[in-house]
């Protein structure tokens, strides 16, 4: 079993439609949760970090936690096509080690 | 220069070439990490010098050979590669502190795109 599953897609939906986005993972020890967004040929950049259980919301961006089931999703209200990237989920527990999953390429149509 | 930043940003190499890739990061960071992205793939971590210290994954291949000669730059050197071991090499920072809980936030430098033939 993966760490760290995470569907990689591809998922396409129209502009302005909300993208759900999330990922599973086996290790109870993963204390800080993040998403990161990666444009083709850039290195990923972090887009939302969540300490433990619940939610928190970035302008149109909203990161969920739920610990009990091991469950991490994003979510992406009035998707834009400068949203089109690959989103990657990230966890890590009190030291440096990130665990990553697979990414999951979004393309938003105009 | 700010951020992290990689050279070259492509490279093609045969299977007996011996090249190098460059990383270095402009953020005060004490620690330097090398991925490795393959398609499809979660990132792999290969190596990480944290207090200068390094860390390893144990199943990275020997033909990998991480450099460290200060806080702020990072060396991946290659030799003798195989054509699996195309894909995107990746370089990171972080500020970590021992025994503190810290955000540790990663930033990513834009990757080296490498081919083996």
């Known amino acids: 079993q993966k760490e760290v599953e995470q569907d990689p897609g591809p998922l396409s939906v129209p502009e302005g439609a909300i993208v759900s986005l999330n990922c599973t993972y086996s290790n109870s020890a993963f204390q800080y949760f993040m998403w990161y967004r990666q444009y083709s040929r850039k290195g990923p950049e972090l887009l939302m970090y969540t300490y433990s259980s619940g939610n928190k919301e970035d302008g149109r961006f909203t990161a969920q936690v739920d610990k009990s089931s091991k469950y991490i999703s994003l979510f992406i209200r009035d998707s834009q096509p400068s949203d089109s990237a690959t989103y990657l989920c990230a966890m890590r527990r009190d030291d440096y080690k990130l665990s990553f999953g697979a990414g999951t390429t979004v393309t938003v149509r105009a | 220069e700010t951020g992290v930043t990689q050279t070259p940003r492509h490279l093609v190499m045969g299977m007996t070439n011996k090249k190098s890739l460059k990383c270095e990061q402009h953020?005060?960071?004490?620690?330097m990490y090398w991925y490795k992205q393959s398609a499809k793939k979660p990132l792999e971590l290969m190596f990480v010098y944290n207090f200068k210290e390094q860390t390893e994954n144990n199943s990275v291949p020997s033909r990998f050979s991480p450099e460290c000669p200060n806080s702020s730059h990072l060396f991946l050197h290659l030799h003798t590669l195989q054509p699996e071991d195309s894909a995107l090499y990746l370089c990171?920072?972080?500020?970590?502190?021992?025994?503190?809980?810290?955000?540790?936030?990663?930033?990513f430098g834009p990757g080296t795109r490498l081919t083996v033939l």
């Open positions: 953020l005060g960071h004490n620690a």
């Open positions: 990171a920072s972080s500020q970590e502190a021992s025994g503190v809980n810290v955000r540790g936030e990663q930033f």
